[in-house]
């Protein structure tokens, strides 16, 4: 995907405060290689402000490097509600009108941020969505490289609803997962996708009962952690290239990754 960020943590970065977060609508907790990132707003079913946003782009700035697996999940009876529909008022701070391009673009540019560091090469997002997953939450989820869904997750790209477009990077991946007119079927209709229908549509990864979604989220980091470190970050570059490349770009990508690859492997060998 073009949208790649390869950039990795900022070593000059500091990672928010906890009050900081908490003023955000955020947790954020590192166990080793998994860091959990919690929507912690359930009272407003983890609506996002632009606080979240900006605070999330700095969480991703100031990952701990030893991190490999980022879980994103929502406290409470929904995964995500989408923006803190005060955004859209003065009590919000509200958008900008669009009447400046370049403040506009730099705004917009500025919440996309919180979303891109998910599908940095050196991680693996995992989205662990329950109950509601709505316009920006939906796009959440879709930022995450795999998701795994309880069967309560209803999804909805509620954008065009309102009189916008998703622009929280999810379109892209929603293309590549469902198809262009699947994709404009679910945004312009704005219809709910339940749990059992994302399955089919390849938006889960994994489909379980609500109470065996931590246990599934658990399993399921296990598994990304046992392949090494240098050979998950070097495939996910590289399946990231895939779509976009010719199939001789594509090869020779796959020689580029193996050459270091098997350097290292030969290194390590006594
Ligand atoms: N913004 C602000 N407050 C919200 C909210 C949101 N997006 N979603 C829910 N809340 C608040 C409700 O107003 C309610 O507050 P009060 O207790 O003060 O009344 C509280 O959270 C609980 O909500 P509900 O009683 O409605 O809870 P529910 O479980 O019955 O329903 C829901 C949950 C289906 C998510 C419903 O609340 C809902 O439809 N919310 C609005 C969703 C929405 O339209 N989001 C915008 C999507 S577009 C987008 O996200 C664009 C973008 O990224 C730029």
Redesign the pocket.
């Known amino acids: 995907m073009a949208d790649v960020t390869t950039e990795g943590t900022r070593p000059d970065a500091a990672m928010p405060s906890p009050e900081r977060l908490a003023e955000a609508g955020l947790r954020f907790e590192v166990d080793g290689p998994v860091a959990t990132l919690t929507l912690n707003r359930p ?6 402000t632009f606080t979240t946003w900006h605070t999330m782009a700095a969480v991703g700035d100031a990952l701990p490097p030893q991190v490999r697996v980022v879980v994103v999940r929502g406290e409470g ?2 995964f ?8 859209f008022t003065g009590q919000g701070g509200g958008f900008p009108d669009g009447a400046d391009p370049e403040a506009t673009d730099t705004f917009i540019a500025g ?1 996309q941020a919180g979303y891109l560091w998910l599908r940095r090469p050196d991680i693996v997002s995992i989205a662990a969505v329950h ?2 997953a ?6 959440l989820a879709l930022s995450c490289d795999l998701r795994v869904v309880a069967d309560d997750a ?1 999804f ?4 065009p ?2 009189g ?1 477009v ?3 990077t999810g379109t892209k991946p929603l293309v590549e997962i469902v198809g262009v007119a699947k994709a404009l079927h679910l945004c312009l209709t704005t219809r709910t996708v339940l749990a059992d229908e994302a399955e089919r549509l390849g938006l889960a990864e994994v489909l379980v009962a609500r109470d065996g979604l931590d246990a599934a989220v658990a399993d399921l980091t296990t598994a990304l952690l046992a392949v090494d470190h240098h050979t998950a970050t070097a495939t996910k570059r590289l399946l990231h290239q895939a779509a976009e490349n010719t199939l001789a770009q594509q090869a020779a990508a796959e020689r580029h990754e193996q050459r270091a690859l098997l350097r290292r492997l030969s290194e390590l060998t006594p």
């Open positions: 009272e407003r079913r983890n609506a996002l009876p929904s995500c509600a989408g923006i803190d529909l005060a955004m919440l109950g509601h709505i316009g920006g939450g939906f796009q209803k909805c790209m509620k954008e609803a309102l916008i998703p622009d929280l």
